[in-house]
């Protein structure tokens, strides 16, 4: 098993830029998450989705759009870059009904 | 919504020495915390997690405590090593509400040999 992927592992955008960061678990997981960390503010939760067709905002959706056409992936989709989404971005996936979350190995996108 | 606060942000502990992170929640729905430790450049990996019908767990050199009257969790690290070096984040959730964590903020722990 991969577990969680996430690609690219860097990114550098232009402002107005439009770009979709790419998430894929094979665990068979029915939850998945996006999460933005930034220093001293921990993990903020994006938007989630707890299975295929169904997703639903969290913390700070503004700015990102996602959606869940399989069980598989989850993109997370920036649809103008503005330098305030400089950040690292996590996806996570858990089981059904689980609460341990699973995290991708990250992207770090800068935005100039 | 939840909010957890974590303290502190940045704890030095001789090697060998005990750490301790302590972290707040507000809402009282929650009933699943876990901790996480985050290596330099890493993802972040579970490394305990408690209910809220159990008041502390442990696991080798790591326990964890809950108080729900107050609303508190903490994190105990004992006999510290260096690889124990990382960024540890407290979180919070309600079952009812699937994965969605609310984390705190981190504690940078930096274990000096």
């Known amino acids: 098993n991969a577990g969680v992927t996430q690609t690219p592992k860097f990114q550098v955008l232009k402002t107005g830029q439009s770009m979709t960061l790419q998430c894929a678990q094979d665990?068979?997981?029915?939850?998945m998450s996006w999460y933005r960390q930034d220093p001293g503010m921990g993990l903020r939760l994006i938007h989630y989705?707890?299975?295929?067709?169904?997703?639903d905002q969290g913390e700070v959706p503004n700015g990102y759009n996602v959606s869940r056409s399989t069980t598989e992936d989850f993109p997370l989709r920036l649809l103008s870059a503005a330098p305030s989404q400089t950040s690292v971005y996590f996806c996570?996936?858990?089981?059904?009904?689980?609460?341990?979350?699973?995290f991708g190995q990250g992207t770090r996108l800068t935005v100039v | 919504g939840e909010n957890v606060e974590q303290h502190p942000s940045t704890l030095s502990v001789q090697e060998g020495d005990s750490a301790v992170i302590k972290c707040t929640y507000s809402?009282?729905?929650?009933?699943?915390f876990p901790w996480y430790k985050q290596e330099l450049g890493k993802r972040p990996q579970l490394i305990i997690d408690?209910?809220?019908?159990?008041g502390e767990k442990k696991d080798q050199r790591i326990a964890v405590t809950l108080n729900k009257t107050a609303k508190h969790f903490s994190l105990h690290i004992t006999e510290t090593q260096p690889e124990d070096s990382a960024v540890y984040f407290c979180?919070?959730?309600?079952?009812?509400?699937?994965?969605?964590?609310?984390f705190g903020g981190g504690t940078r722990v930096l274990v000096k040999p």
């Open positions: 989705s707890v299975g295929a067709g169904i997703t």
């Open positions: 809402d009282s729905a929650s009933n699943y």
């Open positions: 996570a996936s858990s089981y059904s009904g689980g609460l341990v979350a699973f």
């Open positions: 408690i209910r809220s019908n159990v």
């Open positions: 979180a919070a959730t309600p079952k009812a509400a699937g994965n969605k964590l609310t």
């Open positions: 665990m068979n997981h029915e939850y």
